[in-house]
């Protein structure tokens, strides 16, 4: 059974930082990229990071580039999402994706990550 299980999420005050992990199983975790995704209350989902499968070079949305820092542990299956300098825009769900061969798509439930003083 293939598995998603986004986890790290929580409350954080503006400037601090958390670690998400998106543990995978059921698949060949290593062949699959894997991106990160968040989605605001009431608006879209949108890109957050994305690394291909052997670590190789990582992609940022703008709004996190410097801030954020995507890696994999394809030796543990699992993903992570290093968020420093936090921001209230920055609250969302945080929704691990991963990408295989012949474009299979794997989707997280997401973990919930709020931003507030």
């Known amino acids: 059974q293939v598995q998603l299980v986004e986890s790290g999420g929580g409350l954080v005050q503006p400037g601090e930082s958390l670690r998400l992990s998106c543990a995978a199983s059921?698949?060949?975790?290593?062949?699959?990229?894997m991106s990160w995704y968040r989605q605001a209350q009431g608006k879209e989902r949108t890109f957050v990071a994305h690394?291909?499968?052997?670590?190789?070079?990582?992609n940022y949305a703008d709004s996190v580039k410097d801030r954020f820092i995507i890696s994999r542990d394809n030796a543990k299956n699992i993903l992570y999402l290093q968020m420093n300098s936090l921001k209230s825009d920055d609250t969302a769900v945080y929704y691990c994706?991963?990408?295989?061969?012949?474009?299979?798509?794997?989707w997280g439930k997401g973990t919930l990550v709020t931003v507030s003083s």
């Open positions: 059921g698949f060949d975790f290593s062949r699959f990229a």
């Open positions: 690394i291909p499968t052997s670590s190789g070079s990582t």
């Open positions: 994706q991963g990408i295989g061969y012949y474009g299979i798509t794997y």
